[in-house]
């Protein structure tokens, strides 16, 4: 989570303005679409400013915190679900085996007594080797 405080709207528009001429160099727009750019998010950041009453906020503490919540990565979090995980621990590599009936039925009867899934326990196997 990174949080941000401001005394007023102009040093939160200065904030914002400074924010967007970075990210517009960073995509190499400039001029009339630079311009473009930071004009479209500033007119953003005062309606957001309009919707939570940063002025009134402002009035009763003298200040205002945003907070902008991050993953363990450092990313924006963005949407719902389930949190995206570490390259080193995705898995990336999907095998396919026929099994005999016998075979089928030590898998299922170990991953039963150890209390795991079929992926989870061959895994496991293969770690032993």
Not at 19 to 40: P, R
Not at 76 to 86: H, Q, V, Y
Request: glycine residues 6%; proline residues 1%.
């Amino acid at each position: 989570m990174k949080e941000r405080t401001f005394a007023s709207f102009a040093q939160y528009e200065t904030f914002i303005r400074h924010k967007f001429i970075q990210k517009a160099n960073a995509k190499g727009l400039e001029g009339d679409e630079l311009a473009e750019y930071v004009s479209k998010h500033e007119q953003h950041a005062a309606e957001i400013w309009k919707e939570h009453d940063g002025d009134e906020c402002i009035s009763q503490q003298g200040f205002i915190t945003l907070v902008v919540w991050k993953d363990e990565q450092g990313q924006r979090r963005i949407g719902r679900g389930r949190p995206k995980k570490a390259a080193a621990e995705k898995l990336n590599h999907s095998i396919h085996v026929r099994l005999d009936d016998v075979t089928y039925a030590k898998l299922n009867s170990y991953c039963q007594e150890k209390k795991i899934d079929l992926s989870e326990a061959i895994r496991h196997l293969i770690d032993t080797l």
